[in-house]
Structure formats: structure tokens, C-alpha cells
């Protein structure tokens, strides 16, 4: 399986909370957030991981760099990486997508947090969801806790129908910005890219609008990191206490 991992923003309202490092060296229980992706990947049978930083970010290029060439924890990593400054997500990911040609993969963005036991069943289950014709298997989640949630509409059988910026088709879920995806579905971001489109949420709404299947898979809850209280937020919610509220 392969994995990639956009690691390219700049965390700027961290920063001006007063968290000095840039996000993806920010630690959650004391564990990096790009550490943190790169070992679970790993634990889910990662054949490749590939990574997009910004040019600004020395210190996570120098990070990343000492990763690949001794590894993480005694474990040797099968990283690549690209450094390179983007406009928006959606550029991240096209400048990703030159290792992504051949299989399935699962995108997401250095700064997700999810339960490590809940991300292998959506491993398996992703997995599944390939081989029966899914093109897309998104995670998502019912607990909204984001300054702009993208909603999601899903059908009794959990296919996606829509993704929207407002809760305008009594959706259930919103995306959890976890996405497997079938190497087919670069041909729509191509398309994408051609119309001078940004922001994942509009490569999804295109998934759609070319008809491929895409399924949605829930995760009890999804956390982003874009706050500082957001770094205290997600040690509750993995270990456990206060459920992250």
C-alpha cells in the first residue's frame, strides 16, 4: 500500500498562538505529527511513503532527509519526498501524484488525527473497497469540530452523493480528509489542474461529477491540528480522556 502525506502549509495561526515549530514537527504526546503518519503508515504494510513540503520549511526538509536515510525508530522508511512551495492542497497532491500512477493509495494531510485501531480497519476495509470497484473510499466522521467543514452526502449503502460547503442535504458526516484512492482517479485531477481548479474539496465534488464510485467510510472522530488547543484536544482524544471535547 502506498501512502502520501501533504506536509506543505505553514501553520500559520499556530504560530501566532505561540508554537514556535513549524506544524509537521509540532508534537502530539510527544511524538511529531509527520513521525506520528510515517509510523502508522508503516504498521499498515506501507511500501512507499511519499511526502510534498513547503521550500520555507529547512527544518522539516532536514527532518525528513534524516528519515529517509536512517530511518524512524531503528525501522528503515521507504520515504520520498519533494520540497516545493504550492498554491493550494490540490497542487500539493498533483506534485505527489508522480508516484502515485501504479496502485492504490491513501492521501491525507500531516496534521490528521485519527485512532490508530480505527485507521487499520479502514486499511482493510480500503483494500476491499478497491477490489470490488471503488474508486474513492473517503474517511469521514460525524463529529464536527472545523472552521469549514466539507459535508457529505451518502445514500443507505454509504456511496457518496455530494460533498458541500454548507449542510444544505441533511448530510451526515463530513470529510475527515483521509483519501484512498484508486490511480484512476488522477486522470480527474488532471482535469482538475487543466481548469486551474485548487482545494481538495473541489477535486472531490469532481470525483463525483465524473461518476466514479466513491464510498464513505466512518471514523469516530477526525481531529485537525490548527490551533494551539487543538495539540491538547487531540492528546485527550488518543489517550482517552475527555473524548477530545
Not at 213 to 229: N, Q, R, W, Y
Request: charged fraction near 25%.
Amino acid at each position: 500500500m502506498k501512502y502520501a502525506i501533504i506536509a506543505a502549509g505553514n501553520g500559520s495561526r499556530l504560530a501566532k498562538e505561540g508554537v514556535t515549530a513549524p506544524k509537521p514537527l509540532v508534537k502530539v504526546n510527544g511524538e511529531r505529527l509527520i513521525d506520528r503518519l510515517v509510523r502508522v503508515f508503516c504498521n499498515n504494510n506501507a511500501t512507499e511513503i511519499a511526502v510534498i513540503c513547503n521550500e520555507e520549511m529547512t527544518d522539516v526538509q532536514a527532518h525528513l532527509a534524516h528519515i529517509q536515510q536512517h530511518g524512524l525508530a531503528g525501522k528503515d522508511v521507504p520515504l520520498r519526498f519533494v520540497v516545493k512551495s504550492t498554491p493550494s492542497s490540490m497542487h500539493s497532491f498533483a506534485e505527489l501524484s508522480q508516484w502515485l500512477t501504479d496502485e492504490p493509495f491513501v492521501l491525507t494531510t500531516v496534521d490528521t488525527i485519527f485512532r490508530e485501531d480505527e485507521f487499520k480497519a479502514y486499511i482493510d476495509a480500503f483494500t476491499q473497497a478497491t477490489a470490488n470497484g471503488v474508486q474513492a473510499y473517503m474517511g469521514v466522521t460525524a463529529y464536527i469540530d472545523d472552521e469549514k467543514p466539507l459535508y457529505v452526502g451518502t445514500d443507505e449503502q454509504r456511496n457518496i452523493t455530494g460533498f458541500y460547503d454548507q449542510n444544505e442535504a441533511d448530510c451526515t458526516y463530513i470529510s475527515g480528509g483521509i483519501y484512498g484512492l484508486h490511480p484512476q482517479t488522477l486522470r480527474t485531477l488532471d482535469d482538475c489542474m487543466q481548469r486551474g481548479e485548487s482545494r481538495m474539496r473541489n477535486f472531490q465534488r469532481a470525483l463525483i461529477a465524473d461518476g466514479r464510485k466513491a464510498v464513505a467510510h466512518p471514523f469516530t472522530k477526525v481531529l485537525d491540528i490548527d490551533h494551539a488547543s487543538d495539540i491538547e484536544k487531540a492528546e485527550q482524544f488518543l489517550n482517552g480522556t475527555v473524548c477530545g471535547r
